[in-house]
């Protein structure tokens, strides 16, 4: 007997009699219009709760004609108006309930239309805007750039994602790891980040403009697949060694 997976409305379930798919045959249906698509993403677009298949004892996931077609609604999404993942989710969703909702993308298209542009602002802060958020103190700061560990923009900004790097540079000095300890954990992001630069590489030099679109979504996915597996990788590492 087949598990009915509960959670998610609109999908997850199939009518008694509907053919069930394995996920290679679901990958051939979908190639047909997303030629790029993997096995792999189709298991990333599970996980993060777009599709609900269900799972033959033998733990085998099976689709019916509604995840497939759930699939396809959220790549043509993906593709063709460039939402993240939760946005698409929660459109998806809203729609299973009978909602009738415009996608996210042509909410802010019609909001232009009536109030014009929003002005657009740079991602990045400033440093005592930086020190502030974290509670680092400037010699600190100065200690942390010069091991790599923070980066500075070449007008003197940071990137956001700063403030999330002191902290944690922080939180670890307290358990005596140094600055020049950490570096290592900086090259290990160095060459992950590289090695989904060179992925995504052949998407941004794509004559499809959608395609070259789509290689910002592509290098989301790899990044959030990519810390999963390292702190998987992690764990089993710290669980491998005595106690």
Partial sequence: MLRTPTGGAGHGTAPSGDTLLSIGAVLGRLRVEFPEVTISKIRFLEAEGLVEPRRTPSGYRKFGPQDVERLTQVLRMQRDHYLPLKAIREHLDALGRGERLPLPGQQRQRRAAETGPAPRTAARIGREELLAASGADGSALDEWESYGLITPMPDGGYDPESVTVAKLVADLGRFGLEPRHLRI????????????????????????????????????ELATLSVKLHAALFRTALGAHPH
């Fill in 185 to 220: 954990m900086r090259a290990a992001a160095q060459r992950e980040a590289g090695m989904v630069e060179q992925v995504v590489a052949p998407l941004r030099r794509h004559r499809n403009p959608q395609t070259r679109a789509h290689a910002e979504a592509t290098t989301r």
